[in-house]
């Protein structure tokens, strides 16, 4: 079983378009040529990667190839050592990443990280510390992810009793882009819902508030719970 291309750029910690983080072809920024990093060229990506197929190229400077390929020139080592390491660690198994693996460098960012951990390296070096800290960081992620849905819920009231549900819609779609989970279907499903969650409630009436703080007053002490 071939290595995924797309979990080999994240631990190499490669610029990834997240408008196309886990299509079948995700873009990144060339670590080859660079091209794409230029300052003219903020919102272009030249690296594509199969995601189905595991191969890339880059459509400016030619480089392209297969996984075992990509990782030889990332690491500057021969191909047939790339080849030599994957056969001897997983042999024919399938590697099953925890969730936090699979998160992004930009996801990271949004959740106050510099970098996105090199989990392989880390893994390798102390597996005891390894599991520690992928345990503490997607609890930091779940808790991030509360918080962006409570936010999304609280701009989709504000939207229905404020006269700019467009307007809302639209901001909560690019919070989506952003930080690369869907948020808009997670709370239209939620709402039209007879009994919701006790946080959608606190969303709302903080919203209402905000829509007409005179009508609805709003207790500042009322806190986001844990739980969706």
């Known amino acids: ?6 979990e080999v750029a994240e631990q190499h910690q490669l610029i990834i378009n997240p408008r196309t983080h886990g299509k079948k072809e995700t873009t990144a920024k060339c ?7 230029k300052p003219d060229k903020k ?6 990667l199969n995601t189905e197929n595991q191969v890339f190229k880059c459509w ?8 075992y390929r990509f990782i030889s020139l990332l690491e500057d080592i021969p191909e047939s050592e790339v080849v030599e390491r994957y056969q001897k660690q997983f042999g024919k198994r399938r590697v099953h990443l925890h969730p936090v693996e699979r998160l992004t460098a930009n996801q990271f960012k949004l959740m106050g990280y510099r970098n996105k951990p090199n989990w392989f390296e ?6 005891s510390y390894y599991k520690r800290t992928r345990d ?4 930091e992620w779940k808790e991030f992810m509360q918080r962006e849905k409570y936010q999304a819920f609280q701009l989709l009231i504000a939207g229905i009793y404020g006269m700019s549900y467009q307007k809302s819609v639209q901001r909560i779609k690019e919070r989506e882009k952003e930080i690369g989970v869907p948020l808009l279907e997670h709370v239209l499903k939620i709402y ?3 009994e919701r969650p006790e946080w959608t409630e606190r969303a709302k009436k903080f919203a209402l508030h905000v829509c007409n703080p005179i009508k609805y007053p709003f207790e500042e002490n009322l806190k986001l719970k844990e739980s969706v």
Not at 1 to 6: N, Q
Not at 43 to 48: F, G, M, R, T
């Open 1 to 6: 079983m071939l290595p995924e291309i797309l």
């Open 31 to 37: 670590p080859f040529c660079h091209e794409d990093a």
């Open 43 to 48: 919102h272009k990506y030249y690296l594509s």
């Open 60 to 67: 400016y400077c030619g480089q392209s190839g297969g996984v």
């Open 122 to 127: 880390m893994r390798k070096r102390d597996k």
């Open 136 to 139: 503490l960081i997607w609890s």
């Open 192 to 194: 039209p819902l007879s």
